[in-house]
Structure formats: structure tokens, C-alpha cells
């Protein structure tokens, strides 16, 4: 498989090595010519000089043979930027980091599937061993045909939750309303802006996807 990286910051690069390491072919997007010369001696990949938030930049990458287009660059904007002109280019998938958590609305309202806060994840991450629970067990018990889907409502699902007659083998398992959790019964309607969090079977995200439009993220 083939990735494509924009930014050459630590993330990026670390997560390039390992990509080459396992076999994939991976390019990465820097504008730094220093930076190029420099990581070309420890990574045995392709590089395309220049911003990588530009069509004619991004195009050199081939997006119709690219898995994955990596938006990991220092800045939250160049970042959404890029994306939003990768998904235009063709690319597949598109993983998109911000560390400002303010913008991550946006992104999901922008249609960024795949976006990261690497700050806030370690963050969650460091708590839960702190307090001795395994990070990694609900991933795992994600698997086979399982995924899990989001989306933030709009004016037409605001309402009664039953009145979204979602497709067979989906449930809501949770919802985000102004940073804080709900769990859903009877007594809850959802308001616009609420982020809506399913679990559902892989036959049905394309189909909720195309439903939705705004989907914020599905694993």
C-alpha cells in the first residue's frame, strides 16, 4: 500500500519509518529542502519539495494510487487546507491532525472522517494507566464486521432519536453535547451540534456516510 505524508514533523516521520519498514511505499510532502536533504539519509522513501496545501503539489503525489494522505504538519490550518484539497485531488482516505481541540467541530462539520488531537489522545492515554485500565480494550473489542460511526446533527435529525430510523444492526451508543457526555434514553432529544456516536455493522457506513454527509468519524 501506498502513503502519503504532508509534513515531515516527528509524527510523521516516525510513523513513516514504520510504514517502510513493513513494506509500504510512503512520500512525504516537505518544504523544507534542509529537512529533505536530511531525513533522505535515514528514510529509504519518496520526497516531493514543496507546500503540500497545494493542488499542483499534492497532485505530484498521485492521489488515485495513494491509501492514505497524512495531513500532519505543525499547523492546524495548513493541515484542514490540505485535506480539504486532497479529498478534491482523489485521495481515499485522509487523516487530518489539529491540536487545537476548538477546531475539531469544524473538522467533523467539514467532513474530515480521520481527525486526530495526538495531545489530548496521550493525554487519555497517560490518565488510563494512571488509573490502572487498559487503553487499548476498547479496540479490541471493536473487530470484525463491528464499526463505529459518528455524525454531528444537523436541523433534520434534531428531535426525537427514534425519528432517525437508522438502518438494521446500528444502535446510538453515546452523544457529545457541548464537550459533555450523554448516554441516550427516552428522555433525550438531540439539538443541533450534538456529535451522535454508532456502533453499526461495516455494510451500513457507506450508506450512513452518503446519509449524513458530515460524518466525524468512523474506525
Known amino acids: 500500500m501506498r502513503a502519503v505524508f504532508v509534513g515531515a514533523g516527528s509524527l510523521a516521520v516516525n510513523t513513516a519509518r514504520v510504514l517502510v519498514k513493513r513494506g509500504h511505499e510512503v512520500v512525504v510532502v516537505e518544504q523544507d529542502q534542509e529537512r529533505i536533504r536530511s531525513l533522505s ?4 522513501c ?3 519539495c514543496g507546500d503540500g496545501s497545494r493542488p499542483a503539489i499534492l497532485r505530484e503525489a498521485d492521489p488515485q494510487h495513494t491509501t492514505v494522505l497524512y495531513c500532519l504538519t505543525g499547523d492546524d490550518k ?9 479529498r478534491s485531488l482523489g485521495f481515499g482516505r485522509i487523516v487530518t491532525k489539529i491540536d487545537d481541540p476548538e477546531l475539531e467541530h469544524i473538522c467533523l462539520e467539514l467532513g474530515l472522517e480521520d481527525t486526530i488531537i495526538p495531545s ?3 493525554g487519555v492515554h497517560l490518565a488510563d494507566l494512571f488509573e490502572g485500565r487498559d487503553p487499548l480494550a476498547f479496540s479490541t473489542m471493536i473487530r470484525e464486521e463491528a464499526r463505529v460511526f459518528s455524525f454531528v446533527a444537523g436541523e433534520k435529525e434534531a428531535g426525537d432519536l427514534a425519528a432517525l430510523e437508522l438502518p438494521k ?4 451508543i453515546c452523544l457529545y453535547r457541548g464537550g459533555e457526555l450523554l448516554i441516550p434514553d427516552d428522555q433525550v432529544a438531540l ?3 450534538d ?5 453499526t455493522h461495516r455494510d451500513n457506513v457507506n450508506a450512513l456516510t452518503e446519509r449524513f454527509k458530515n460524518p466525524a468519524r468512523e474506525s
Not at 444492526?169 to 446510538?172: G, L, N, P
Not at 456529535?195 to 456502533?199: F, G, N, T
Open 41 to 44: 539519509q535515514e528514510l529509504d
Open 191 to 193: 439539538v443541533v451540534g
Open 120 to 122: 489530548r489522545a496521550v
Open 78 to 86: 495548513s493541515n484542514m487546507i490540505a485535506s480539504l484539497v486532497g
Open 195 to 199: 456529535e451522535v456516536v454508532l456502533i
Open 169 to 172: 444492526r446500528t444502535r446510538i
Open 46 to 48: 519518496g520526497f516531493i
